[in-house]
């Protein structure tokens, strides 16, 4: 399977601030998705990552929250915009490979205070 | 509103023991399913996939498929401390499903406890 990174690996940042996710595949891949867990949840999807068009938004997600780039088969951001404590979580990068498999990034853990 | 449903522990059992986790879901179109292991402050990993009705085994996983009852388990034999993690059920919906392409729709999970 694809080797999966992600920066930072955790930060905690302010009220109001905004933080921009990076994930990183080894090789190339179709599709790159966005998700997130809440403290004691499962993952909920945030965002399917398109490459070269804007990012597909799952219901109570919206672009101007969670912008989304995909700049290529390999590379991914997401970016977590005018932060609240409510955005403290886990944000996982995932990748789907041949079939339906998906794979999931080691995650950043975001705490907003 | 698809759905997949998993009873959350959490699940004792003794070493050695097989520990049986169910799931069931709602969308019966669904074709893919997946169960995920989840180390407490670590990322799932993809332990199983089954497509077809009927049972999976890998090394000391078993998964078991049943479409027309809409469910599936993973039997764990010869549990160890180290299974004790998080188990996700994952069910590929369909393709129309919530305008996605047809992503994966995740349990809340069942917490799994092997007691040495």
């Known amino acids: 399977s694809a080797v999966i990174s992600q920066k930072p690996s955790r930060d905690i940042c302010q009220r109001g601030t905004s933080l921009t996710i990076q994930c990183q595949v080894d090789?190339?891949?179709?599709?790159m998705f966005w998700y997130r867990q809440q403290p004691g949840q499962s993952l909920t999807l945030i965002a399917t990552a398109n490459q070269g068009s804007e990012a597909t938004y799952e219901s109570g997600f919206v672009i101007d929250k969670f912008p989304i780039s995909r700049p290529n088969l390999t590379f991914s951001t997401l970016t977590v915009s005018n932060m609240s404590p409510e955005d403290s979580s886990i944000y996982l990068c995932s990748v789907r490979e041949e079939g339906y498999e998906q794979y999931f990034g080691p995650g950043t853990r975001l705490t907003v205070t | 509103q698809k759905e997949v449903e998993q009873n959350s522990g959490p699940l004792s059992v003794p070493e050695g023991a097989i520990a049986s986790l169910n799931c069931t879901y709602s969308d019966r179109g669904s074709q893919s399913f997946f169960w995920y292991r989840q180390y407490s402050g670590k990322s799932p990993e993809l332990i199983m996939s089954i497509y077809s009705n009927g049972d999976k085994e890998d090394g000391r996983f078993t998964a078991q498929l049943n479409k027309a009852s809409q469910y599936v388990s993973l039997l764990i034999r010869d549990s160890q401390p180290s299974d004790s993690a998080t188990y996700l059920c994952?069910?590929?919906?369909?393709?129309?499903?919530?305008?996605?392409?047809?992503?994966?729709?995740f349990g809340k999970g069942t917490k799994l406890s092997v007691k040495p």
């Open positions: 090789s190339q891949v179709t599709m």
């Open positions: 994952a069910v590929k919906g369909g393709d129309d499903y919530g305008g996605s392409q047809g992503n994966l729709i």
